[in-house]
């Protein structure tokens, strides 16, 4: 289900909502590093969490 997923997507955890938004940072077959809002740099096991798509495009910067 992350399959889709491409570095500068903006996602969330569904099963973390503290960590808040977090940007695809990479993603080499199921292993998804997001970097998190609240939680920082987490590489996501695909087989055990499929994380929520918000946005296909990076968080605008201000």
């Known amino acids: 289900m992350n399959e889709f997923l491409e570095p500068g997507m903006i996602v969330a955890h569904p ?5 808040g938004l977090g940007q695809v940072q ?3 077959g199921l292993k998804i590093t997001v970097n998190f809002e609240h939680r920082g740099k987490v590489v996501i096991d695909g087989n055990h969490v499929v994380l929520r ?3 296909g495009r990076s968080v605008p910067q201000e």
């Open 15 to 19: 099963r973390e909502p503290d960590w």
């Open 26 to 28: 990479s993603r080499i």
């Open 53 to 55: 798509l918000v946005s």
